[in-house]
């Protein structure tokens, strides 16, 4: 018996469909027996995260000193704007000097953050001379010498570093 033409056509579709059901099963059963990553693909992985944490970290270290010293610039401006308010209270005062003492005890200020030896100089415009103690035991801290409130909110952080009209805060006792 002659096999006619639609009848091939049906049996080359049939083997099309079961190939093609052959290769899913097959594809299948070879990703159930994969049970995790090779060694070179492990090695991999660990390579790309460490050049990762190599770049991240030095970055995330600049970062919180930085914020470190715009914090104690933020400390100084709020200090120079209690003594404003001081000076305002009180035009008589007989040394033209505002402590730290006079700020906080009189209300002016109610916390100095991280900054001692505070001494502001009544004058146009006023200036103050204080030290900035240290965030971290051990480190040192900057010194602020004669620095107005246009200057300190022109101040610079580059690295930690405090810079004020070109010229950067000296550490603290040197």
Do not use: C, H, W
């Amino acid at each position: 018996m002659q096999t006619t033409s639609t009848q091939i056509l049906k049996t080359n579709q049939n083997k099309k469909l079961k190939g093609g059901f052959n290769m899913f099963k097959t594809m299948k059963k070879r990703i159930k027996n994969e049970k995790g990553l090779t060694l070179i693909e492990l090695l991999a992985v660990v390579v790309i995260l460490a050049i990762i944490a190599a770049i991240a970290i030095p970055a995330i270290g600049n970062i919180i000193s930085n914020s470190r010293a715009k914090a104690q610039v933020a400390d100084a401006i709020s200090v120079l704007d209690a003594a404003n308010l001081y000076f305002t209270d009180n035009p008589t005062d007989a040394d033209n000097t505002a402590t730290q003492a006079e700020l906080t005890n009189g209300g002016y200020l109610e916390n100095t953050g991280k900054i001692t030896n505070v001494s502001v100089k009544k004058g146009t415009p006023n200036t103050i001379t204080f030290t900035v103690s240290s965030p971290v035991t051990g480190a040192l801290g900057n010194t602020f010498t004669d620095a107005t409130l246009t200057q300190l909110s022109g101040a610079t952080v580059s690295k930690g570093v405090i810079t004020i009209n070109g010229a950067q805060t000296a550490p603290a006792g040197g």
